[in-house]
C-alpha cells in the first residue's frame, strides 16, 4: 500500500544473558498507515517496547535482530547510526515512559525542545527555534509558556514534563510517533489529560501512531488498530471494536475481562468483554455482605481529626520555620469489622502519610487514633508491640518489600516469632497461611526471587495475615502488578474478607480497583477527605466536584464510551504559530 | 548570594582555625625540640638563662604550660607570624618566609599534577564507559589498577630510570632532580626552560595516579549516564551516539565528579610528598616531612594551615564546579 509508513516484518529480537538467550521478540509483524492509531498491548515482558525501540534503532548492542522494518520505504537496519539520526526526531519520534526521568535535568526545558528542531533544522537561527519551543509549549497547553520554557525539569510536575515530552515529539511534525507507556508513571486526571493531548497532536498532523501499553482502558479510547502481544509473539490483532467486542484469542479475552471498570453497574449492558472477570468479584463481595449493619458492628479503626504537618525549614546552622506542609489536615473516618475501606487520591494527597500515621501506633501531632477501642497514644511498650500483630501492612513493591536472603517460610513466620508463637504451631499455621493465599506448602523453602510478582504479593499478604490481625492496611497493593495478576491479587483479597472476616483499609490511585473490593470509599486531597460514602453512592452520584473529576478521568476500556468522552485540548492556532515564519525561512 | 558567601567564608576560617589548632596542640605536645637543642655531645654546658632565652624565643619552652604557648601562638597567627622553625633547624628563620619560598614551587606542582590527571581521568573513564569491554577499555583498567596498587616511590623510580634510558640512548632527558638550575641566570630563558622541563617528570607521576583513581569513578558514573532516559531520549532526538554523550551524558556524569574533586587536591599533596622528596624539590611536602622529623613545632602547624586552606579551597572549587554543571543545587 502507497500510504505505509511503518512496515515491521517478522521482526526477531534476542539478548544473550546467563540463563541463555532470551527471546524478546518473535516473528513479529505488522504496519501502520498514515494517520492510523495502533495499540500494542501487552503485559510486563511481552516484547512490545523492544519492538518499538527496535524500530528507533536504538536497541542496546548486545542485543541481535532479525527481520525487516521499513519505514517510508527505507529499510532501517541498512542504515547507520548517522542516517538514522537524521530520522530520528524527524521522521519518526518517540515519547517516553518516564517524563521524571526522560529529560536531561541540566538543560532548560526550551533548550531542549528547541534542540530538536535545530537538530533538524540547523539552518533555523537559534532564536527562532527558541520562538518556536515557546509555541510549541504553548500548545501543548502549558500555562506561561514564556517562563515556562526557561525552566529546568524538575521545576516541572510530573504531566507537564511529559507534555513538554509531547511537544518535542511534535516539534518537526514527524509521519511516526511512537509512545512507549506515556501515562504510566501520571495520576489518573493528569492521564487523561495527556492522552487527550497526544490524540489530537496525532490528528492534527495526520500523523501514524504506535501506542505502547498494559492499559486496555487507554487503548479504548485512542486506538483504530489493537495488537495483542504476549511472551515475544504476537497473539492477535484487529480493529479495535473487534478486539473489544469480539475477542477472538482466549488471551485476549483474559486480558480484557481481568481490567477493573469504573463504570461497572452500567458495563453488565455493553458489549465489551471488559471487566468480567472482576465483575464475578464485586459480586461475591456485594453477595457476602453480612446480616448485621455495619453501624452495629464494633469498630476495628477510628481516627479522628487527625493532623500531621511537617514544617519547611531553611538555613543549615540556625533552621527556622518559613512555612509548613500540612500532610494531612484533619480526617476522621472509621472501619467496622468486616469491612474494606478505600481511600482513594493522586499522588501527595496525604493516603501515606495516613497510613504511617496509623501504622506508628504512636499519638499523632493531633487527633486520636483508637485501635480496637484503644487509644494508640494511651499504649505502654508491651501493649503497643503486641497490638503489633493486630495491625498489619502489605506494600505496593512486592519485589522491595520482601527480603531476598529468607526463603518465604521464614519471611511468613518473622511475625509470628516476634510474637512468641510455639515452634509447631508457626509450622503448621505456615502451611495453612500459604494455602489461603493460593501457594503450595511446599514453596515455604523458595526464595523470593522465585517468585513471580503476584506470587510476591501473595507471600506479602499471608505475611500480613499471620498473627489473625483485625486489620490489614493494604498500600496500593495491586499497582505495581499486571491486570491479568491484579485480577488473581484482587479476587483473593476479595475471597480473604468474606472467609476470615478480616478488616481492610486498602489505599489506591486507581478508583476502578477499588470499585470492585471497598464497601466505603473515601476520597482524598490535599490532606482532607473530600468525599466518604458506600462505593454505590461515590460512584453513580458523587457529591464533591473533585471526586466528579477522578471519576470522569478513569479511562473506560470500552471503545464506543471511550469514543464519546473524548476533546480536543492541542492548540491548533499556537501549533500553527510558526507556519508562516517556516515559509520565510525557506525561502 | 553575598549573605551566602559570607556564611561559607567564616565556616571555612574556623574549619582553618581548628584544623591548625589541632595541629599546633598535637605537635607541642608530642614534639620536643628541647631534647635535640642540646646533643649530649656539647662540649660545654650551657648556662641556664641563656638556655631558657633560647627556648622562649622559639617558644617552646616545655616550663612554660602548653596553652600559654598554645595563646601566644595564636597571638602571632592574627598578625600572620607563625613563629621560627624550631628543632635542630636552629637557623630561626620564620616559617612565614619559609612557607613563602616553598608554595609557589609546590603549588605548580600539586595544581598541575591535579588539573591533568583530572581530565586525562575524565577522558580515559568516559571512553572506557562508552566502548566497554573493548581493548581500550580493558587495558586501562588493568594500567589504572597496577597504578593504584603500586607505592608511589616504585611509579616515581620507573618514571625516572625511563627518562635515564632515554638519555642513555639519545643524549638527551630531562634534568633528573631538582626544580631548578641555581648556575643559570634566574628570570632568564635558560633558567626558565629549565624550569618546565624538571617539571615534566614529577608533574606525569601525580597526574597518573589521579588519572587512575578519576577514571575509575568517571567509568562508574558514565556508566549509570549510559542507560539513562534521558541520554535515550536526547537519540531519540536525532543526536548520533557520540553527540548525546558529549552534550547530554557528560555533563550528567561529570556531576558527581566534583565531590570527588574536593578530596583530589589533598590526594596530590600527599603524592607530592614522595615526589618531592625523591626528585629533589624544595617543596612544601619536603618542609612537612623534614619539619616532623626534626620536631619543629612552629612549621608543623604552618604546613597544616597550609594543606587546610588548601583542601577548603579546593571544596569550594568543587562546590563551585557542581554549582555550574547542576542547576538543581543551585
Not at chain 1, 537561527?125 to 526557561?150: D, H, T
Not at chain 1, 515529539?169 to 495520576?187: G, K, R, S, V, Y
Not at chain 1, 470522569?552 to 469514543?563: K, S
Request: aromatic share 6%.
Amino acid at each position: 500500500m502507497s500510504d505505509t509508513i511503518l512496515s515491521v516484518r517478522d521482526l526477531t529480537v534476542t539478548f544473550p544473558s546467563e540463563h541463555g538467550t532470551v527471546r524478546a521478540v518473535q516473528n513479529l509483524s505488522y504496519e501502520v498507515h498514515k494517520g492510523e492509531a495502533l495499540a500494542i498491548v501487552g503485559e510486563s515482558g511481552s516484547g512490545k517496547s523492544v519492538s518499538s525501540l527496535a524500530v528507533m534503532g536504538l536497541l542496546p548492542a548486545t542485543a541481535s535482530i532479525s527481520g525487516e522494518i521499513e519505514l517510508m520505504g527505507r529499510k532501517i537496519f541498512t542504515l547507520d547510526d548517522k542516517q538514522l539520526s537524521e530520522l530520528r526526531g524527524n521522521t519518526i519520534s518517540m515519547v517516553f515512559q518516564d517524563p521524571l526521568s526522560a529529560l536531561t535535568p541540566v538543560y532548560r526545558v526550551g533548550d531542549q525542545i528547541a534542540e530538536v528542531v535545530r537538530i533538524h533544522h540547523p539552518e533555523r537561527s537559534a532564536a527562532a527555534a527558541q520562538a518556536r519551543a515557546v509555541e510549541l509549549l504553548e500548545a501543548v497547553g502549558i500555562p506561561e509558556p514564556g517562563r515556562r520554557a526557561k525552566q529546568y525539569p524538575h521545576e516541572f510536575s510530573g504531566g507537564m514534563r511529559q507534555r513538554a515530552m509531547i511537544a518535542m515529539a511534535i516539534a518537526n511534525e514527524p509521519e511516526l510517533i511512537i509512545a512507549d507507556e506515556p501515562t504510566t508513571a501520571l495520576d489518573v486526571t493528569i492521564q487523561a489529560q495527556v492522552m487527550e493531548l497526544l490524540k489530537s497532536a496525532q490528528e492534527l498532523l495526520g500523523a501514524a501512531t504506535v501506542l505502547i501499553t498494559h492499559d486496555m482502558g487507554v487503548v479504548a479510547g485512542f486506538a483504530d488498530r489493537v495488537l495483542v502481544m504476549k511472551d515475544s509473539r504476537m497473539v492477535e490483532t484487529g480493529e479495535v471494536d473487534e478486539i473489544f467486542y469480539r475477542p477472538r484469542e482466549k488471551y485476549t479475552r483474559d486480558l480484557l475481562s481481568a481490567v477493573p471498570r469504573v463504570d461497572l453497574a452500567e458495563s453488565e449492558g455493553t458489549a465489551s468483554v471488559a471487566g468480567a472477570a472482576l465483575r464475578r468479584v464485586a459480586e461475591a463481595v456485594e453477595a457476602t455482605e453480612p446480616a448485621i449493619p455495619r453501624e452495629e458492628r464494633p469498630a476495628v479503626l477510628e481516627v479522628e481529626d487527625l493532623h500531621r504537618v511537617y514544617p519547611i525549614t531553611k538555613g543549615a546552622l540556625v533552621r527556622r520555620k518559613v512555612g509548613e506542609q500540612r500532610a494531612v489536615d484533619g480526617i476522621s473516618f472509621d472501619i467496622r469489622e468486616g469491612e474494606c475501606v478505600a481511600l482513594v487520591g493522586e499522588s501527595g494527597c496525604g493516603k501515606t502519610t495516613t497510613l504511617m500515621e496509623i501504622m506508628q501506633l504512636r499519638t499523632p501531632q493531633q487527633g486520636v487514633i483508637r485501635i480496637g477501642g484503644k487509644e494508640t497514644g494511651s499504649l505502654t511498650r508491651k501493649e503497643r508491640q503486641a497490638l503489633r500483630s493486630d495491625v498489619t501492612i502489605v506494600f505496593q513493591d512486592p519485589m522491595a518489600a520482601l527480603d531476598p536472603r529468607m526463603p518465604i517460610g521464614d519471611i511468613i513466620r518473622e511475625p509470628m516469632r516476634v510474637q512468641g508463637y510455639s515452634a509447631e504451631r508457626m509450622a503448621e499455621r505456615v502451611e495453612w497461611l500459604l494455602k489461603t493465599v493460593g501457594l503450595l506448602p511446599e514453596h515455604a523453602a523458595r526464595y523470593p526471587t522465585e517468585f513471580s510478582g503476584g506470587q510476591r504479593q501473595r507471600v506479602g499478604v499471608a505475611r500480613a495475615l499471620a498473627c489473625d490481625p483485625k486489620l490489614i492496611v493494604l498500600d496500593e497493593p495491586t499497582s505495581a502488578l499486571d491486570v491479568t495478576v491484579q485480577a488473581g491479587v484482587l479476587a483473593m483479597l476479595a475471597d480473604l474478607k468474606t472467609r476470615l472476616g478480616v478488616s481492610f483499609l486498602f489505599v489506591s490511585h486507581d478508583l476502578s480497583v477499588v470499585r470492585h473490593i471497598s464497601d466505603r470509599i473515601a476520597v482524598m486531597r490535599q490532606g482532607r477527605i473530600v468525599e466518604i460514602g458506600a462505593t454505590e453512592d461515590v460512584f453513580s452520584d458523587p457529591q464533591h466536584e473533585y471526586s466528579k473529576e477522578l471519576l470522569a478521568a478513569v479511562p473506560i476500556p470500552d471503545p464506543v464510551i471511550a469514543r464519546s468522552r473524548r476533546r480536543m485540548v492541542l492548540d491548533r492556532a499556537a501549533f500553527e504559530g510558526a507556519a508562516p515564519e517556516d515559509g520565510s525561512t525557506a525561502a | 548570594m553575598i549573605r551566602f558567601v559570607s556564611l561559607r567564608l567564616l565556616t571555612y576560617v574556623i574549619l582553618a582555625f581548628v584544623a591548625t589548632s589541632f595541629a599546633y596542640l598535637l605537635a607541642a605536645s608530642l614534639m620536643h625540640p628541647e631534647e635535640v637543642l642540646y646533643p649530649p655531645i656539647a662540649t660545654q654546658p650551657i648556662p641556664p638563662a641563656t638556655a631558657q632565652m633560647y627556648l622562649d624565643v622559639r617558644n617552646v619552652n616545655p616550663d612554660t604550660p602548653l596553652f600559654e604557648r598554645y595563646a601566644t601562638w595564636l597571638g602571632g597567627l592574627i598578625r600572620g607570624d607563625l613563629g621560627v622553625t624550631t628543632g635542630t633547624n636552629k637557623s630561626m628563620v620564620p616559617v612565614v618566609q619559609e612557607l613563602a619560598t616553598r608554595i609557589p614551587i609546590s603549588l605548580r606542582l600539586v595544581v598541575l599534577g591535579t588539573v591533568i590527571g583530572t581530565v586525562l581521568g575524565v577522558l580515559v573513564g568516559m571512553v572506557s564507559a562508552v566502548r566497554r569491554n573493548s581493548i581500550g577499555d580493558r587495558v586501562s583498567t588493568f594500567l589504572a589498577f597496577v597504578l593504584l596498587s603500586l607505592p608511589t616511590p616504585v611509579v616515581i623510580l620507573i618514571v625516572q630510570q625511563t627518562n635515564q634510558g632515554v638519555m642513555d640512548l639519545t643524549g638527551w632527558g630531562l634534568p633528573a632532580i631538582n626544580p631548578i638550575n641555581p648556575l643559570l641566570a634566574p628570570g632568564s630563558w635558560e633558567s626558565i626552560s629549565y624550569q618546565i622541563k624538571a617539571l615534566v617528570m614529577p608533574t606525569i607521576v601525580l597526574a597518573l595516579f589521579a588519572a587512575a583513581s578519576y577514571s575509575r569513578y568517571m567509568k562508574v558514573t558514565t556508566l549509570d549516564v549510559l542507560g539513562s532516559d534521558y541520554l535515550r531520549t536526547a537519540r531519540a532526538k536525532g543526536l548520533t551516539r557520540g553527540r548525546a554523550m558529549t552534550k547530554h551524558g557528560l555533563r550528567m556524569a561529570l556531576i558527581p565528579m566534583g565531590q570527588y574533586f574536593a578530596f583530589a587536591v589533598g590526594a596530590a599533596f600527599t603524592g607530592s610528598l614522595f615526589v618531592e622528596l625523591m626528585f629533589n624539590w624544595q617543596g612544601i611536602g619536603r618542609f612537612a616531612v623534614s619539619s616532623i622529623g626534626m620536631a619543629d613545632v612552629n612549621g608543623t602547624a604552618g604546613v597544616v594551615l597550609y594543606t587546610a586552606i588548601l583542601t577548603l579551597l579546593s571544596a569550594t572549587f568543587a562546590d563551585f564546579l557542581q554549582g555550574v554543571l547542576d542547576p538543581r543545587i543551585r
